[in-house]
């Protein structure tokens, strides 16, 4: 295994753990408290953005978080925007459709990210088992996001329309981030505390001033810490120098790990539609990869490596 082998699967298990960090979301959202969408997103990303800074200071890297600073236009709208973008729309569209439905078509991120990757990276190629794999995947989320069924009532088509949006903005930032690869990660502690400031501008205009009752600030600080912090440091490390459609096809088992989290805390309950769906997205996830077929994508592997380089 050569050197720039190894790199590649050292950051595609960075970008995997993501998948266990946001198991968590749904966990610590539900201690949180009622705390509105905007202030929550503000106290959470502020909360990651300083804590990284800190954290890179007390490395020696502050030169390296100086140069993040310095990051071309591009980088600061590819980040700040696809962090917040994607959580202004998809808040909008839980408020304007039903909100598994909404959550569902957002979840078609993941399956984006594997036909963006072949359509848009260099040296990748679209594939009929990534397809397969895909939609294998998605079909095991919807299971767990939409159990009751779709609600297809005209009246929400403006939070469909949104949540759509929202699976572009996000495919399109973790794909784009692989473009960019030449902007360090450390950038995400700027980009963090770029999307808090916004979002922070969002609930003065939005929201009902003040601290909400019932809140609780150590789950807000965990949701900071993991899911909503440290989570896209480690996405960003694997879409940048990992597997980017592998990784894609592994996003499907968030919802699966998030249903084990909430169950294994009595928050949720065992139904054999979880079984169907562990089988589904471990399926989608095996034939994307083209393991069943004992056929990997060595010339993606390949090109995928010499991107990371670069």
Known sequence: MTTASAASR???LWGATTVVNWATLALFTQWAGPVPPFLLTALCFGFAGILAVLMFLWRGEGAALKAAFQQPVMGWLLGVGGLFGYHLFYFIAQQNAPAASAGLISYLWPLLIVILAGLVLPGERLRVIHLVGGVCGFVGAALLVGPDGFDWSGEYTLGYLVALLAAFIWSGYSVASR????IPTTAVAWNCLGAAILALICHFIWEPAGWPQGANLWAILALGLGPVGSAFFTWDIGMKRG??????LLSYATPLCSTLVLIAFDLATPSPGLLIAALLICGGALIGSGM????????GDDAEIEQSRG
């Open 10 to 12: 050292r950051a595609t």
């Open 292 to 299: 069943l077929s004992g056929r990997r994508s060595r010339q």
């Open 179 to 182: 473009l960019l690869a030449r």
């Open 243 to 248: 597997q980017v459609r592998l990784l894609g």
